[in-house]
């Protein structure tokens, strides 16, 4: 925010342009954004909120994952991974240091939120980012994220397999099983009974096979959080 006068001015943390006061973006990037969203040119799955072409075809989730239907843990992708705007500012924000960036991936996953608790009740959790990023970078992503997000959050996850292996850097398959046993619950959380009746949200800025998502959905499940679902912003489908 700069002050002109005796106006303040809101500046587009994308582009740098003037934005209305009380958003976050300009109009123009927020169009762009917005164009971006799955809801734009796709529908859902009403079972587990992944993007399909129609109603006519199958959820590629629920049908071809290999995984029976009613194992298939709801995760809502809000924006597609290869959309220009949308995958410039993720790289920006993790790769190039700019944490001012976490408010707009903030922006657009508590559009995410919104959807998966519409009673404004759950908790979120953070994927936490690896050892290797932490050193490199010193600050958590998801955690600046967290920051701006409509909901409270709770750090309940500590990666276990930490080999400082970029993921970036490895090919789909080799990602798929990167992500085996990636996480642990983390030891001194109070209040955990009462966590336990909450609906939990695991948060992630973007999603590539899901696998990451999937294995911090079904650590908590397995530890006791019978109500436990995802929500990223950029997905790869
Ligand atoms: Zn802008
Ligand atoms: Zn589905």
């Not at 003037?18 to 009403?46: G, H, K, N």
């Not at 998966?116 to 600046?144: H, N, T, Y």
Request: net charge neutral; glycine share 6%; with cysteine.
């Amino acid at each position: 925010m700069i002050e002109l006068g005796m106006r303040f001015v809101r500046l587009c943390p994308i582009c740098g342009s003037e934005a209305y006061s009380d958003s976050v973006i300009c109009p123009e990037c927020a169009s762009q954004l917005d164009s971006e969203c799955f809801d734009s040119f796709m529908t859902r799955c009403p079972k587990c909120f992944y993007p399909r072409i129609s109603d006519q075809y199958p959820c590629k989730r629920c049908s071809c994952s290999g995984i029976e239907s009613s194992k298939v843990h709801q995760v809502y992708p809000v924006a597609r991974y290869d959309g220009k705007l949308g995958f410039s500012i993720v790289d920006s924000f993790k790769f190039h240091n700019r944490r001012e960036l976490a408010k707009v991936v903030a922006l657009y996953l508590n559009r995410a939120l919104d959807v998966m608790d519409s009673a404004g009740k759950a908790v979120v959790v953070p994927i936490p980012c690896s050892w290797g990023r932490l050193l490199r970078f010193g600050w958590d992503q998801m955690e600046q994220v967290c920051r701006y997000l409509k909901r409270p959050n709770i750090s309940l996850l500590r990666r276990t397999d930490d080999n400082l292996v970029q993921q970036k850097h490895l090919r789909k398959s080799q990602r798929q099983e990167a992500s085996g046993s990636k996480f642990c619950l983390e030891e001194e959380v109070a209040d955990l009974d009462d966590l336990k009746s909450r609906k939990l949200i695991v948060v992630d800025d973007i999603m590539t096979t899901g696998s990451t998502m999937d294995a911090a959905i079904s650590l908590l499940e397995e530890n006791g959080f019978s109500d436990v679902c995802g929500a990223t912003w950029l997905a790869e489908l």
